[in-house]
Nanobody
Framework: QVQMVESGGGLVQAGGSLRLSCVAS????????MGWFRQAPGKEREFVAA????????YYEDAVKGRFFISRDNAKNTVYLQMNSLKPEDTAVYYC?????????????????WGQGTQVTVSS
């Protein structure tokens, strides 16, 4: 059974940092593009960041560029999201995703696999 499990969320003050992790299991994800999305209360889920299977290409939503950094460790089937200079508007449930269909499917939010999400709350 394929599973993706996020961790690392929590409550942090504005300006602080968090590092999210997402461990995938049930198959090898080293050939999959992976990414992060988030959903704030009352809003639709939105793209945050994505990374190619090799890690050589990364993509970010404009609001997080320069503050968030995505990386992966294929040996551990894990994708990370380092979040710095957090703002109250970053408050959301963060979801990881993976897709064997390439980076465009991740960017489009139609990845094959999704985690259950981890809550990030940034206080002002």
């Amino acid at each position: 059974q394929v599973q993706m499990v996020e961790s690392g969320g929590g409550l942090v003050q504005a300006g602080g940092s968090l590092r999210l992790s997402c461990v995938a299991s049930g198959r090898t994800f080293s050939s999959d593009a992976m990414g992060w999305f988030r959903q704030a209360p009352g809003k639709e889920r939105e793209f945050v960041a994505a990374i190619s299977w090799s890690g050589s290409s990364t993509y970010y939503e404009d609001a997080v560029k320069g503050r968030f950094f995505i990386s992966r460790d294929n040996a551990k089937n894990t994708v990370y999201l380092q979040m710095n200079s957090l703002k109250p508007e970053d408050t959301a449930v963060y979801y990881c995703t993976a897709s064997g269909g390439g980076i465009r499917t991740v960017l489009a939010g139609v990845g094959n696999y999704w985690g259950q999400g981890t809550q990030v709350t940034v206080s002002s």
